[in-house]
Nanobody
Framework: QEQLVESGGGLVQAGGSLRLSCAAS????????MGWFRQAPSNEREFVAA????????YYTDSVKGRFTISRDNVKNTVYLQMNNLKPEDSVVYYC??????????????????????WGQGTQVIVSS
């Protein structure tokens, strides 16, 4: 069982930056593809970014390309989401998730919530205009 705990959310002005962290409790962190999703009230949870087991490969939804960066530290069992040039429409709850990897796939396979086995509790981001 993997437990994920997000942190780093908060209030920021438009154009500002935040760094979200997601700490995993298990011993097999490096065996998971990690992803970030976000969800607005009454909306479906949407994909933001994913990162490969080693951290070499990353994949982003178009709306955050060039602004957000996903990274991971397999020693600290932590995945990060650096968010720059934040916009009011980025104001939602952000969730990290871990996906068990059966065999190698391209990261675009991991854009759906049903590919992930474990989820954090979410962290709120509010961007003021």
């Amino acid at each position: 069982q993997e437990q994920l705990v997000e942190s780093g959310g908060g209030l920021v002005q438009a154009g500002g930056s935040l760094r979200l962290s997601c700490a995993a409790s298990g011993r097999t962190f490096s065996s998971y593809v990690m992803g970030w999703f976000r969800q607005a009230p009454s909306n479906e949870r949407e994909f933001v970014a994913a990162i490969s087991l080693s951290g070499v490969s990353t994949y982003y939804t178009d709306s955050v390309k060039g602004r957000f960066t996903i990274s991971r530290d397999n020693v600290k069992n932590t995945v990060y989401l650096q968010m720059n040039n934040l916009k009011p429409e980025d104001s939602v709850v952000y969730y990290c998730a871990a996906a068990t990897v059966s065999y190698s796939r391209e990261l675009n396979y991991y854009t759906n919530t049903d590919k992930y086995n474990y989820w954090g509790q979410g962290t709120q981001v509010i961007v003021s205009s």
